[in-house]
């Protein structure tokens, strides 16, 4: 049996003079100022509405760069404090927050290694914001295919064997991009990965949009900059606390030219970025540091408990560890629970949409066969329990039907007939999607989340992708991104 300790004393008296800006921002928010500056509520007077609903506090401190206050353009003062502790706690040279989330962090890195033209080796299952990072810097992208688990119909990370082949195959590669993890918890032997590039020249960008609590929790997978990698985009407002768009941007490698860097955040980042976003991160780094491993210790033992109950239910099966047996995956992370519901009848997407309708149980995704649940530093033993029991009386509604309603998804290998970019600038028609075979797509078609492209700009539309669209159309998949919302029609390069 899993002890499960509820109550968990998070411990609020951290010493505030160790969150440096986060105690500026309330000092200075405190402060009889004569606001002449935006923003137009100035502080708590402007908007009573909001005041009522977010609270005086959180208006007071919803303020604009000021000589007090640094500058997150060219942080000098108190953000460049608080920046180099983020560094430190995450073993890396350098930090920069990032406020557009770990979407700005990607374009952010890729602008900063990539040239028009150069090639960036990438797994196919990437994140929406790594093709159009390509659009923006005109990288020509070079795919290795992820290892792939017919089962639960995911796609896994890289084997270290594929990353050498390709390697070996181009001798121009400038950067290999890959997750750690993959949306599912998948983590490839990175260290080993980072060594190879690093020999053959090739810089390292690391998407850790779901790894942020990583050096936090002894059990959990490596982080990137432990392994070495040159930078990485953590989502600290996914797994680490902070409020939600709130991401860093973390360096480890003398050689990358940090004032690059920080043009190209300036080129992306709004000249009025948020300090509650920023210091939101001071404020999660600092329990992190405090209260991180605790607070992880408990995630994980609730993580256990959920599926160790949630195996007993029939036509339920969470998949975590078992996948190290997998090729491509040397580290899993527990805590995000890959619950499989192939064998009901019913697949991934209902049962989210089941759970969110029905049940009050808001889970991260739905896929074909599966939904994820996370469970984080702030999750609860009493909501562990609400979503066992409302996937109880799914497994009971399904019971008698339940079948194993495998429809063979593939991994889509894709041709890439052009550059992401002179896709996107290029002359394009709306077509039938039926009539769209062997075209050349002209948009980035994905369910989301995810937000994993099933086509992007500059791809050859195969019958494969055709029909797999169709199958989440039917399935009530939420895609988002392409023109024609109905996706009767996709947009093509015109020949
Ligand atoms: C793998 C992956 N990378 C990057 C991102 C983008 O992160 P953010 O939402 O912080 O912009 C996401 C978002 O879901 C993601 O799943």
């Given at each position: 049996m899993i002890e499960?300790?509820?109550?968990?004393?998070?411990?609020?008296d951290i010493d505030i003079e160790k969150i440096p800006l986060l105690k500026a921002l309330k000092e200075y928010s405190d402060r009889d100022i004569a606001c002449f500056d935006v923003p137009g509520h100035v502080r708590d007077n402007g908007v009573e509405i909001l005041n009522k609903y977010f609270g005086k506090q959180i208006m007071k401190m919803d303020i604009n760069s000021s000589p007090f206050m640094d500058n997150v353009s060219n942080p000098t003062g108190i953000i460049k404090e608080s920046q180099d502790l983020l560094a430190k706690a995450y073993d890396a040279d350098k930090a920069f927050f990032i406020t557009n989330g770990t979407t700005q962090g990607i374009h952010v890195m890729i602008l900063s290694c990539i040239n028009p033209g150069d090639k960036i080796l990438l797994p196919r299952n990437v994140h929406k914001s790594v093709i159009n990072a390509l659009i923006l810097s005109g990288g020509i992208p070079v795919y290795i295919q992820p290892e792939f688990d017919e089962c639960l119909g995911i796609s896994l990370n890289l084997s270290i064997e594929k990353v050498e082949k390709v390697i070996k195959e181009h001798n121009e590669i400038k950067v290999l991009f890959l997750l750690n993890p993959t949306y599912y918890g998948a983590c490839t032997d990175l260290r080993?990965?980072?060594?190879?590039?690093?020999?053959?020249?090739?810089?390292?960008?690391?998407d850790e949009a779901h790894g942020a609590h990583f050096p936090f929790y002894s059990d959990l997978p490596p982080s990137a900059m432990k392994c070495g990698a040159d930078m990485s985009a953590i989502s600290l407002h996914k797994?680490?606390?902070?409020?939600?768009q709130a991401s860093a941007l973390l360096i480890k490698n003398k050689n990358i030219d940090e004032k690059k860097v920080l043009q190209n955040i300036n080129l992306l980042q709004s000249t009025s970025a948020s300090y509650l976003l920023m210091s939101s991160i001071d404020g999660a780094r600092a329990n992190l540091i405090s209260n991180g491993s605790e607070q992880l210790a408990k995630a994980f033992n609730l993580a256990r408990y959920a599926k160790s109950k949630l195996n007993k239910i029939k036509g339920i099966e969470v998949i975590s560890y078992e996948l190290l047996e997998k090729e491509g995956v040397n580290f899993v992370d527990e805590t995000k629970l890959c619950i499989n519901v192939s064998k009901l009848n019913l697949s991934g997407f209902e049962v989210y949409e089941m759970l969110y309708k029905d049940f009050g149980v808001q889970v991260e995704l739905g896929d074909m066969y599966n939904i994820l649940a996370l469970i984080s530093i702030g999750t609860t033993k009493h909501d562990v329990d609400k979503l066992i029991k409302s996937l109880v009386i799914i497994s009971n509604m399904a019971n008698g039907k339940v079948h194993d309603n495998k429809i063979n998804i593939k991994q889509i290998d894709p041709s890439v007939k052009l550059s992401p970019r002179s896709a996107f600038y290029s002359i394009k028609e709306s077509i039938d999607l039926e009539q769209s075979e062997n075209k050349i797509c002209a948009e980035s078609i994905m369910a989301y989340p995810p937000g994993i492209p099933i086509v992007s700009p500059g791809e050859i539309i195969t019958q494969e992708i055709i029909d797999y669209i169709k199958l989440l159309k039917e399935n009530n998949a939420r895609l988002t991104d392409m023109k024609d919302k109905e996706l009767k029609t996709i947009l093509v390069v015109k020949e």
């Open positions: 499960i300790n509820d109550s968990v004393e998070t411990m609020c080993k990965i980072i060594e190879i590039c690093h020999k053959s020249g090739i810089l390292v960008l690391v797994t680490g606390g902070s409020l939600t």
